[in-house]
């Protein structure tokens, strides 16, 4: 699990949305973070697939943009459903 946590702690500091600066290992992926990040990731995929199809260096940098972006939410998503998953939590 340590490369996922790295992964959405990277995603979270990019995104200023770190709680306090903690790292996903100890602070809880609220609902509305998995939720939101739930439905991020196959949109982005969805739209990367789009621009790829349409062609251009321009849209290639874009898709590859949210290709990354799909891969740090999906981590976000993997995090909070383990944490769900724990026992006492």
């Known amino acids: 699990m340590a490369p996922v946590v790295a992964a959405g702690d990277l995603f979270m500091g990019v995104m200023l949305s770190r709680p306090g600066g903690l790292s996903l290992r100890n602070s809880w992926v609220t ?6 990040a739930g439905l ?3 949109a982005a995929l969805l739209v ?4 790829l199809i349409r ?3 321009p849209s290639w ?7 990354a972006v799909s891969l740090g939410s999906a981590a976000v998503v993997t995090v909070g459903a383990v944490q769900r998953r724990m026992p006492g939590r």
Do not use: K
Request: hydrophobic share 70%; glycine share 18%.
């Open 31 to 36: 609902p509305a973070t998995l939720g939101l």
């Open 55 to 57: 062609g251009g260096w």
């Open 40 to 42: 991020f990731a196959p």
């Open 48 to 51: 990367a697939a789009l621009l």
């Open 61 to 67: 940098v874009g898709a590859l943009a949210l290709v």
